[in-house]
């Protein structure tokens, strides 16, 4: 059975920092991302950890409104990905979800949350001004 547990949420100063972690267990992944959604908005992508073809290196891909700001990461031996958060704006309040993908991507399509098979609970992210 697969689950994704996702920790680290919290309130914080805009200006400050968090890290939110989510651990994977059932199987290993080509791709884990994370994604947010806030109050009355749809889902939006945040950043991934796309593997590289056959290799056990994974490139990280962010949404522009992140880049530069949040950093995401992947520890394979724990099976885990990490999404340092820098600079927190409070428009990046939202409930962040981690999530998993099996198949490898064909195409630069991570950004997509249907093409991601599993999810985990969420956790609130707030960024207080």
């Known amino acids: 059975q697969v689950r994704l547990v996702e920790s680290g949420g919290g309130l914080v100063q805009a200006g400050g920092s968090l890290s939110l972690s989510c651990a994977a267990s059932g199987r290993t992944f080509s791709a884990m991302g994370w994604f947010r959604q806030a109050p009355g908005k749809e889902r939006e992508f945040v950043a991934a950890?796309?593997?590289?073809?056959?290799?056990?290196?994974?490139?990280?891909y962010y949404a522009d409104s992140v880049k530069g700001r949040f950093t995401i990461s992947r520890d394979n031996a724990k099976n885990t990905v990490y999404l340092q958060m820098k600079t927190l704006k409070p428009e990046d309040t939202a409930v962040y979800y981690c999530s998993a993908r099996e198949a490898t991507f064909i195409g630069s399509i991570w950004w997509r949350s249907t093409e991601y098979d599993y999810w985990g609970q969420g956790t609130q992210v707030t960024v207080s001004s």
């Open positions: 950890a796309v593997r590289s073809g056959l290799n056990t290196y994974y490139a990280g």
